[in-house]
């Protein structure tokens, strides 16, 4: 698979992924979503979209060959363990405290997630931040992605986290039951 069919599929899935997180925002379909999904389909979804992340980051780095900045660091370092944690949650017996420390732990590696790649794509698009924050050989105006013309590697990267926390919000509706 070549670098641009790699970018597209990737950029296919992080709409995707905007799209389900748009409609998760919803309450009715929130509702009706976290009605119809066991817990642990739940956290298999919170488990795969981590998962399908961290191995994209991995192939941008790894097979591609793209350094990753400082901001992209940190948003590894929340990410893998989501995709460990919540791969473990989902193949254990999901009594009511497991379900709602599993949903604690996605959601207090999430939010800061989240809020990083956010920050790191505002300054990617709006304040093109250079070598003071991002630099590990890295300045954050270097664009390794952008995918249909607007989705980059940190839009991808926020697009996961924000999956991940629509889904433990559900996660949540169902623990509260």
Known sequence: MGLVVYNHVFGALALAAWLFTAAGLVPGVRRIVAGAVS??????????????????????????????CRLCWYQRIAMYPIAVSALAAAAAPLT?????????????????????????????????????????????????????GFLTIPAMALAGFCLITVLAGMLTERTNE
């Open 39 to 68: 817990p642990r389909g739940l956290t298999t979804a919170i488990a795969v979209v981590a998962t399908v992340a961290t191995l994209g980051s991995l192939g941008y780095s790894e097979v591609w060959g793209f350094e990753p």
């Open 96 to 148: 009511g405290t497991a379900v709602r420390t599993a949903r604690r732990m996605v959601l207090s590696l999430a939010i800061p997630g989240a809020l990083i790649a956010a920050w790191h794509w505002i300054g990617v698009q709006v304040l093109l931040l250079g070598e003071g924050v991002c630099t590990l050989g890295v300045p954050c105006s270097a664009r390794y992605v952008e995918v249909f």
